[in-house]
């Protein structure tokens, strides 16, 4: 018919549009993932009028503008990676696998909030009304003012949420579970995630409330949907952590009023997700002295020093290609780092297994943890412990030199704030600049190649082994 719409298939992956269907998307190789879809959308709940074009004001680069207000949950964790708290008029999308905990955190602070005053409704389309009820019962919520809803037909939500002024905070969990009738594609796929986010941050901007997305994620890690709703919210936080382990780490990948990479951490409880005020002593609680394969990093986590322990492990291998196994830290820098320790070293490691943990269930991403990595990996070999009052960071370059890294001074004062005596650092040469002042009680090895660090534990090495023959 003429005034049929014409189908279409919509890779669900990046959104590319083929005429037929194929097994292979064409655009990036992704399997399977083409999804038929129609053309052209039918008028339906949320069809406006086009009103009539107007000019608009600009205006130059000098002046200044009051920052926006904030409206704090009273979660001071999220409210870090918030930047300060949520902003009037703002969308924020939160991802994290399964189970992580991304309900939990929502409700809490849609808890927190309304206890202060504010009007929040939280809107669930995954669960029924009595299972976010009995959540509530769990984590001692029950009593909040939290207005609650079921529900997945966007057209409804809106109208909801128009009649209602006033609102502080509207949660979605989660935003693959909406639909609009405009379009013949199920819920979750990319038009539909596309254009029900499009709508909700409309109505956050247009009605003034803050807006908080649930996203469910691929088993590559990313948000699920089309890139383009991380473009069209003002925040992406990622709760990350292992299912198994109690720390819960929140990561905030993208601020429009905040920093970018800063963290909150948190501790599954019975009762809920309760926040890690000084996560540093939290994750070093556990460590034991004296190991062989293990080393303090000093880190930066945004604007937050953490202290963690590296951890290593080699095992002789019998036969075959050797293991490297990865927690927390990037294979590929460990490839690289048992390479330079080999060619530039002299450390021979290429027959044995090499396991590597960074403890506490933190993912590092910074460059900073090399020097940490390469102590515990020498500590491993020679079978001499690292001093457990020292802290490691720095970059090791391909040739072996050890390169400065930010924040310096930070991670010294959160070293000196929890006991430790020394910490092992790069070089700082004439030419690249000023000294370093450490923190009272704090003595600093600065070290200029990777060489001179197994210099070092050999000379451990050596007075461990003199210290037994005389005992």
């Given amino acids: 018919m003429a005034g049929r719409d014409k189908a279409r298939f919509v890779c669900q992956a990046c959104g590319a549009v083929a005429a037929k269907w194929a097994g292979r998307c064409e655009a990036c190789g992704t399997w399977n993932s083409l999804v038929e879809e129609v053309a052209a959308p039918r008028p339906g709940a949320l069809a406006r009028p086009k009103s009539a074009s107007r000019g608009i004001p600009l205006v130059g680069l000098a002046g200044t503008t009051p920052p926006p207000p904030r409206r704090a949950t009273g979660i001071a964790e999220f409210d870090r990676v918030l930047g300060g708290g949520l902003v009037a008029g703002s969308a924020v999308l939160v991802g994290g696998d399964p189970g992580i905990g991304k309900s939990t955190l929502m409700l809490q602070a849609a808890a927190r909030l309304a206890a202060s005053g504010q009007s929040v409704v939280y809107i669930t389309g ?17 009593e909040a003012p939290v207005e609650l809803a079921a529900a997945s037909h966007l057209p409804d939500i809106a109208a909801t949420l128009e009649a209602r002024p006033g609102i502080g905070l509207v949660v979605i969990d989660s935003i693959q579970t909406m639909w609009l009738d405009n379009f013949d594609a199920v819920p979750g796929t990319l038009t539909q995630v596309r254009a029900a986010g499009f709508e909700l941050v409309r109505l956050a901007k247009t ?32 709760f990350e952590g292992e299912r198994g382990h109690q720390f819960r780490i929140l990561r ?17 409880t019975d009762h809920g997700l309760a926040e890690v005020a000084n996560p540093s002593a939290l994750f070093l609680a556990e460590r034991r002295g004296h190991i062989a394969g293990s080393a303090v990093f000093a880190g930066i986590e945004g604007t937050r020093p953490v202290l963690l322990e590296v951890q290593a492990l080699l095992a002789p291998n019998a036969g075959g290609t ?39 269930g933190l993912r590092i991403n910074e460059p900073a943890a090399d020097l940490a990595v390469a102590a515990a990996l ?11 009052d020292t802290v490691y960071f720095g970059e090791v370059g391909l040739s072996g030199e050890i390169r400065q890294v930010a924040q310096a001074e930070a991670r010294l004062r959160e070293a000196a704030k929890l006991g430790f005596a020394s910490a092992c650092l ?38 461990r082994k ?3 023959n005389t005992g």
């Fill in 126 to 142: 995954e669960e029924s009304i009595e299972q976010v009820r009995l959540r509530a019962r769990r984590l001692g919520l029950a």
């Fill in 207 to 238: 009605l003034g409330f803050a807006l908080v997305l649930v996203g469910h994620v691929t088993k590559d890690g990313a948000i699920a949907g089309p890139r383009v709703l991380e473009h069209m919210v003002d925040a992406v936080l990622y």
């Fill in 252 to 268: 905030g990948v993208k601020n429009r009023f905040g920093a970018t990479d800063e963290i909150g951490v948190f501790e599954m």
């Fill in 322 to 360: 050797p293991r490297r196994a990865v927690l927390g830290w990037d294979a590929g820098r460990l490839a690289m780092l048992l390479a330079v320790l080999e060619s530039r070293c002299g450390l021979r490691l290429s027959g044995n297994d090499v396991h590597l943990n960074i403890a506490g």
């Fill in 378 to 388: 020498i500590s491993a070999a020679s079978e001499t412990p690292t001093r457990p």
């Fill in 426 to 463: 790069p070089l700082r040469l004439a030419r690249g600049g000023k000294r370093l002042a450490p923190p009272e009680g704090l003595q600093l090895t600065e070290i200029g190649h990777l060489g001179d660090l197994l210099a070092s534990f050999a000379v451990a090495a050596t007075a």
């Fill in 466 to 468: 003199a210290g037994k």
